[in-house]
């Protein structure tokens, strides 16, 4: 469906995450499908209220022309369903698609979101291998705002204040709860805080290399992305373990959404057909509801939810015997 | 006696049938779930692996639904699996269970043993309704795994999504009604009928992905979270390494006959792995690089959480990734992974493989740690 005013053509990539929903726009005409407009919002818990925020914010502008959506992140169905996407991508294919635009001699591909992180390898702009944490939190954002916030340090001065330190102290971050342990314990040996940023830096920087590139051949060019990227202490971090530069780029905290609307656009220049977009207008103002019940048809008794808008049905996840709906988007 | 058993995949339906042949009363506990999943590991050590958990899950809601006895396999060789009946047994016990605990054990050497324990379950029944029972379980193992292996080639050819699966459950219903080996084998030529009619035109490339690992976590969708279904549905078509039929023939006919021999497996894991060190070990190795000869697109490795040989075989999939040039994806499965994170993986490994056949034809290998 296309909106009723004409305006500027763009291609919409969402990324519905744990921590954050991101919304960019990328130019529909330019060959280069550059960014033309972002916005980095905080899920908290509700991944429908913050899609709606972001997209009521993309209408209030009112010149813009979707062309195509895109949605990826661990909200994607979500997303997908409710938005009638073109295309509902997973994390990994989205940042690496975003990182080969914006350098196709990328290699290697070091995310770190909310509450995962990702590895990616890449050979002649190729996905050859990838890793993905989810069961750790250590090496994630969400740890580092936790101790920042503990320490007292608002997460936005962090970095430059693990960049100012002269002694980074060592800091076991094999587990998170051990390095909060021995995070306390140096605090009480006296030493300072720009040192024990540093040094929480370099052990989360382990603890990622440990659990995700052993046995991998981290190459040049490599991308630092994801919400986390925006810390320098980290980055250097990186680089001293890598012993190779690091390359945070322009849009780091938004690349899963940017992966999405370039493929999202890749899908309908080879379709040549048109978005199945529901609309700008149409989607902040209809009412979306989910459902999650316990099924009793058979005796699986598999965890279903729903997904209505305006009292329709769209989608349902989580059967197993398929004899509920569907289990992937519509 | 009320049996019950524990579950592996759809063979309940197999085991229903052999059992009411020595005269027993089947109880096959409800489908995992869940539940299962969380009855057994409370009562289980928390160290033991996921397969032990279900199963110890299974015998608990089999003896909620009146089972007096439970029939479990066990002994030598496989793995730790061997002696997992033995601490069940022990755990039940200590739970108050007043239960007939039966353990059938792959026969060491002669058939002797064998028959002993069976006479036990056997009681006063005619050699022809014996027969008859074996004969009829025969059939519906070999049934239910020819049904399953129809539904692998549907799944990501279906017109309708999900058709497939619905279709092989109503057919694997039929078959666990059917009485007689005639009734088995007219559901198989049906099903055959039946599925190539949900399936749509062939499409030019479909991409096909060889599954392997340890045998419960591979062939219990409960375990591997339905990778068969998932796979199927991203339009990729599995091709499966383990076969219940052929684990029974090698290892409970040929093994006692002194036919079985590893020398094939062996010869395929040269350079890899010289031997036998429990489990699946071997056969994960040896079947990937049988599986990267037969031009496969990529392999899916899965394994439970702790399992040693799937361990020693993971070490080694990496190498022969790149020697072979076919990429591998492990995954590790125990009660405490997320759904999310497996279906990205799986979703990721895909289009990895797409891209790899579109963009290089076949000239990487990548072999992935997954988790």
Redesign the interface.
């Known amino acids: 469906m296309r909106l009723a005013s004409k305006g500027r053509p763009v291609y919409l990539g969402i990324d519905v995450g744990s921590v954050s929903t991101n919304l960019v726009l990328l130019d529909g005409e330019d060959s280069r499908s550059s960014l033309v407009w972002k916005k980095y919002l905080r899920t908290q818990g509700a991944p429908l209220a913050a899609l709606k925020k972001g997209l009521s914010l993309i209408a209030e502008e009112g010149m813009w022309e979707i062309r195509g959506v895109g949605t990826t992140g ?1 909200g994607r169905e979500l997303a997908g369903a409710m938005l009638g996407a073109d295309i509902v ?5 989205a940042h690496a698609t975003a990182a080969l635009h914006s350098d196709p001699t990328v290699s290697t591909i070091v995310e770190i979101g909310g509450q ?1 992180s990702k590895l990616i ?1 890449l ?13 750790c939190a250590a090496g994630t954002g969400s740890f580092l705002d936790q101790q920042a916030a503990r320490l007292g340090v608002p997460i936005e001065n962090f970095g430059d204040l693990a960049l100012s330190s002269s002694n980074p102290v060592r800091i076991a971050g094999r587990c998170t709860v051990f390095a909060e342990t021995d995070m306390i314990h140096k605090q009480q040996l006296g030493m300072g805080i720009p040192d024990i940023l540093a040094g929480l830096c370099a052990a989360m920087v382990r603890n990622f290399l440990n659990n ?1 590139a ?2 991998k051949e981290l190459r040049p060019t490599v991308f630092f992305q994801g919400g986390v990227a925006a810390n320098a202490g980290m980055k250097r971090a990186f680089e001293l373990a890598l012993n190779q530069p690091v390359h945070v780029p322009d849009h780091y905290d938004v690349m899963g959404a940017v992966g999405a609307a370039l493929l999202a656009k890749e899908e309908l220049e080879k379709s040549s057909g048109e978005t199945r977009f529901f609309g700008l207008e149409q989607a902040v103002n209809c009412d979306v509801t989910n459902r999650t019940y316990e099924c009793r048809r ?4 598999c965890e279903i939810s729903e997904i209505w808008r305006d009292g329709a049905f769209l989608a349902s996840w989580g059967s ?4 509920v709906g ?3 988007g519509s | 006696m009320k049996v019950t058993f524990p579950h592996l995949g759809n063979a309940y339906i197999a085991i229903e049938a052999l059992l009411r042949g020595l005269g027993h009363e089947p109880i096959a506990p409800p489908p995992t779930t869940r539940h299962t999943l969380e009855l057994g590991s409370l009562h289980s050590p928390g160290e033991l692996c996921l397969p032990f958990k279900i199963v110890l899950g299974n015998m608990l809601e089999g003896l909620e639904l009146g089972a007096d006895s439970v029939l479990m396999i066990g002994g030598w060789g496989p793995c730790r699996l061997g002696y997992y009946g033995e601490i069940q047994r022990i755990l039940l016990e200590a739970l108050g269970k007043r239960v007939e605990f039966i353990t059938l054990e792959v026969p060491r050497g002669s058939y002797a043993t064998y028959f002993q324990r069976f006479r036990k379950l056997a009681a006063a029944r005619s050699a022809k309704a014996l027969l008859h029972g074996a004969r009829l379980s025969w059939a519906k193992l070999t049934a239910l795994e020819g049904l399953e292996e129809l539904a692998l080639k549907a799944r990501p050819r279906e017109q309708i999504s999900g058709a497939a699966s619905r279709y092989l459950q109503e057919q694997l219903a039929r078959l666990r009604e059917a009485e007689t080996v005639h009734e088995v084998q007219q559901i198989v030529e049906e099903a055959e009928v039946g599925f190539r009619a949900i399936m749509g035109p062939e499409r030019a490339h479909l991409l096909r992905v060889g599954l392997l690992g340890e045998i419960y976590t591979v062939v219990e969708s409960f375990a591997n979270l339905g990778v068969e279904e998932r796979l199927g549905e991203l339009g990729v078509e599995v091709v499966r390494t383990i076969s219940l039929r052929e684990w029974v023939e090698n290892h409970i006919f040929r093994k006692a006959l002194g036919l079985y021999s590893l020398r094939p497996l062996r010869r395929l894991a040269s350079g890899y792995l010289s031997g036998f060190i429990g489990g699946h070990g071997l056969e994960s190795v040896a079947r990937s690089v049988a599986l990267a000869r037969q031009n496969l697109d990529g392999i899916v490795h899965i394994l439970p959480l702790s399992c040693m040989p799937e361990i020693v075989a993971r070490g080694i999939l990496p190498r022969l990734s790149k020697d072979e040039q076919i990429p591998i994806l492990s995954l590790v499965v125990d009660e405490h992974m997320g759904e999310s994170g497996f279906q990205t993986r799986l979703e990721a490994f895909v289009d990895l493989l797409q891209r790899r056949v579109d963009a290089l034809g076949k000239q990487r290998s990548a072999c992935l740690s997954g988790n």
């Open positions: 661990s991508k997973n994390e990994i294919t995962d390898v050979r002649d702009g190729v996905v050859v291998d990838f890793a993905m944490n989810t069961v995700l052993s046995g058979c005796p699986n008794n197993r015997c398929g004899q569907t289990q992937h």
